[in-house]
């Protein structure tokens, strides 16, 4: 019996994708080898990446003139490489939770970091508004999926310095107008693939021009390296691009393109915000609507239910729910819902909801 | 029909190896959720990435005092992450191949760097003897398996300094004295699982001791960030960590063990060496019989016959062999015969030699 998956990533992924890439871990398209034995210089590989970018590259709408590159390391080798590769003096960053966080703690090894506007003062549950960034830094950084937190970016800012965005926990969930930013980076654990891999999309132009001189720059560190060698300078995470690849397909074939999905995942966020906005038990962390995530919706238990949690936890478990567990440093819950979660799974998860409260509601 | 995978890396896996992580994608052990899908918080990767550890610790016998680790990025990776953290002033490092020259680059860029020795005089086709390991140095630095060149050291070596030792290509294909090493790495991708997971086994007393102070060390670049929290510091490659953990059980119940599997390559390589050194028509690159790989044996075919190359390759696809195609810069075959490749694949490849020969001797 599959489970509802609402894991923060790993997460879920599409049912005919996990049956295409079971398949080719025994025979890769009736060649009589394992997409896990295949080279990477093999003219199957050749196909699989190029089938990956194409996909990538069309379905956001990247304009010419950037790269989609794969690499190891995930999001937090990229917090280290965006300033060892582009911060020259200064870089702003706006901080809307501990994944920003992390990546200020990188740039500031390398140069100054301005914060340009936090919400940390009440534990990241909102966004940030009315901020100016600043014209004279290398680049402006943001992260526009709070996973821990249940925020999200949802608008293309108009950024006088170039633009960089972690969009690990929601590209590829709706259209984003690409042709704003300078680099996006994400690992491929939430929307787009299994763990294992990191896709950076880089403007060129932004590479071969703002690039620093004056710094040791180790060649894997180098994302000039990724894209003058289409991310086959060394051995890649092969299995992971062909998941990656055939998501993409899914995406296209199945759903039809973001903004299909993104109508899809605004779907499932109603179901569960509906039903938040009227509970008497569970009230969502995030109290300004429009800064609640699609992709993570954080909820606790309101006074005097606090002590129910452990007990709905148990509950929920009943119905073939899991990872609806919160971030310790929010508390409650957190249910991630990933493109790939159906609809049907978040019904569940409000029916469990529903009858833990009626059945416990004083 | 599975083909004879002779391919250099990624390589032929174990085919219970790969019916056992092919089911795992569909669902893990009966949990209703894909390998791919599981939280790296869960307990069911607890216990993949534990067993892992345990098990490659077992295997090659390494003592307390030891991490193993399993991190992004490639060997690569590794080439920079070795002299960003210990390369305080020198480095010595033997140089018998192309991955060697490119882990001194890396080093070249913290560092002086001193190479003990080189084959490049002859295209790399031994192993440097009788030269001294200076003592003045932070580490000597060794590639025990040359893939391009068909080399490989088989010693353990007693270093004054700390060793160092690229076993990408290697490791867990015969014991070795691990107590005699500071830090070995590699890619997964030849003998012990898929592309995308690299794996270190550090001494405790050198990452605590030799360790660089003066230095930015990206939090993702540095040993201790991985050491410290047990390859969880942030999303590690799942799936290649299962697959390794399942490449560790087969060589340990199937196999039997690292004595086992040396017996096993050893007889793997000597029928296709006994070929060799008896044909007319192929003859092996590297003449020295100790120096040449158990896992990489390259060859060309011998005046006057080289125009033959391409019609062999043709005639080789008939008996259904795959990666025999040597590097470009050795040219000729290389049939790597990693730890899961059968011996009758290599039957079958000298059975194609034969049968070729005997048709087109002068």
Redesign the interface.
């Known amino acids: 019996?599959?489970?509802h998956?609402f894991?923060?990533?790993?997460?879920?992924?599409p049912v005919p994708v996990?049956?295409k890439?079971?398949?080719a871990?025994?025979?890769l398209d009736g060649?009589?080898?394992?997409i896990?034995?295949?080279?990477?210089r093999s003219k199957e590989f050749d196909a699989i990446i190029n089938e990956a970018i194409e996909l990538m590259k069309e379905l956001m709408n990247i304009p010419e003139g950037y790269h989609v590159i794969f690499?190891?390391?995930?999001?937090?080798?990229q917090?280290?490489m965006l300033p060892?590769n582009f911060l020259k003096t200064k870089a702003s960053y706006l901080e809307t939770g501990s994944w920003a966080k992390?990546a200020e703690?990188?740039a500031k090894?390398?140069g100054e970091v301005q914060i340009v506007a936090s919400s940390a003062d009440k534990n990241f549950t909102y966004i940030p508004k009315n901020f100016t960034i600043p014209t004279d830094v290398d680049y402006f950084h943001i992260t526009t999926n709070n996973t821990i937190y249940g925020t999200e970016i949802k608008t293309d800012f108009n950024s006088p310095v170039p633009l960089v965005a972690d969009m690990s926990s929601d590209f590829y969930s709706r259209p984003v107008d690409v042709s704003k930013y300078s680099l996006i980076y994400g690992?491929a654990?939430k929307n787009v693939g299994?763990?294992?891999?990191?896709i950076a999309i880089i403007k060129d132009d932004f590479l071969n021009s703002k690039q620093v001189t004056d710094r040791?720059i180790?060649?894997?560190?180098n994302y000039k390296t990724h894209t003058e060698a289409n991310s086959l300078?060394?051995?890649?995470?092969?299995?992971?691009i062909f998941?990656v690849k055939e998501v993409m397909r899914w995406l296209k074939t199945e759903i039809g393109g973001l903004e299909n999905m993104k109508k899809i995942n605004e779907d499932k966020a109603k179901v569960l915000n509906d039903y938040l906005d009227n509970s008497k038990m569970f009230i969502p962390t995030v109290p300004n609507k429009e800064d609640r995530s699609l992709m993570n919706i954080t909820f606790v238990m309101q006074d005097p239910y606090k002590d129910l949690e452990a007990a709905f936890l148990d509950h929920s478990k009943k119905y073939?729910i899991?990872?609806i567990k919160g971030h310790r440093s929010v508390g409650g819950f957190r249910a991630s819902m990933y493109n790939a979660l159906p609809i049907d799974s978040v019904k569940v998860l409000v029916q469990a909801m529903e009858e833990f409260e009626k059945a416990n509601l004083k």
Do not use: C, W
């Not at 896990?36 to 990477?40: A, F, R």
């Not at 690499?71 to 080798?77: D, E, F, L």
């Not at 180790?218 to 560190?221: D, G, I, K, N, Q």
């Not at 300078?233 to 992971?240: D, E, G, H, L, Q």
């Open positions: 019996m599959r489970k998956i894991n923060a990533g790993p997460a879920v992924l996990l049956e890439v079971s398949k871990v025994i025979d060649i009589g080898i394992s896990l034995e295949i080279s990477h690499v190891g390391g995930g999001a937090s080798t917090f280290a060892m992390k703690k990188e090894l390398f690992g654990q299994p763990s294992g891999v990191t040791i180790p060649t894997m560190l300078y060394n051995t890649p995470p092969v299995y992971a998941v073939g899991v990872g």
